[in-house]
């Protein structure tokens, strides 16, 4: 069976640190791969999404970045964090086609 | 830019009861939709999917399709206090899903 993995579960950062969330996707080849954020209260806001290795589509420009290293791992970047950073970090993935998307159990990033 | 449009709530309901959450989409081209269900603080759970116009019954779910009207629900039949949670309508494009902001479900006991 598929299995998602994303780590760490919370992160406090401080305002212009670096950050660097990994997603890793078992059980699958070729996933679409996907990351969200969801400010609180709020709905998810789709950041990046990947479809093959090294094929990153961003949905909004800000100071985060995507890459796809391999196959079934997605990881979340910034150089320097600003305060709006702040949210719920949810990665998921999906065969495409009909099939709706799994979600990982997310990081909870508060940027101090 | 696509669109999904849910009642944000909250939607109050005593236990028993059943519970009617409502999608409207605007591409009128979308073929797949689905419904996560998130309790806070945590991430969202895929509950239903539905391709073709009606109802797909699932336990104590049916998510129901009109494509005519650009419209999904999704009933919950004797609702429980573990029911309460936030309820995402999701639509697929290409490549991509587009989610509405979802509905609070509060289930009274």
């Known amino acids: 069976s598929q299995t998602i993995h994303q780590w760490p579960a919370t992160l406090v950062q401080p305002v212009g640190s670096p950050l660097s969330l990994e997603c890793t996707v078992e059980?699958?080849?070729?996933?679409?791969l996907y990351w969200y954020r969801q400010a609180a209260g709020r709905g998810l806001q789709l950041l990046f999404y990947s479809v093959g290795i090294g094929q990153i589509s961003s949905e909004v420009p800000q100071n985060l970045s995507a890459s796809r290293p391999q196959d079934r791992q997605f990881i979340l970047s910034s150089k320097k964090l600003l305060l709006s950073d702040s949210g719920f970090y949810l990665c998921a993935w999906s065969l495409g086609g009909n099939y709706g998307y799994t979600f990982g159990s997310g990081t909870r990033l508060t940027v101090v | 830019q696509k669109e999904v449009e849910q009642n944000s709530g909250p939607l109050s309901v005593p236990e028993g009861a059943i519970a009617s959450l409502n999608c409207t989409y605007s591409d009128r081209g979308s073929q797949s939709f689905f419904w996560y269900r998130q309790y806070s603080g945590k991430s969202p759970e895929l509950i239903m999917s539905i391709y073709s116009n009606g109802d797909k019954e699932d336990g104590r779910f049916t998510a129901q399709l009109n494509k005519a009207s650009q419209y999904v629900s999704l009933l919950i039949r004797d609702s429980q206090p573990s029911d309460s949670a936030t309820y995402l309508c999701?639509?697929?494009?290409?490549?991509?899903?587009?989610f509405g902001s979802g509905t609070k479900l509060n289930v009274k006991p």
């Open positions: 059980g699958t080849s070729n996933p679409n």
């Open positions: 999701a639509v697929r494009g290409f490549n991509k899903f587009y």
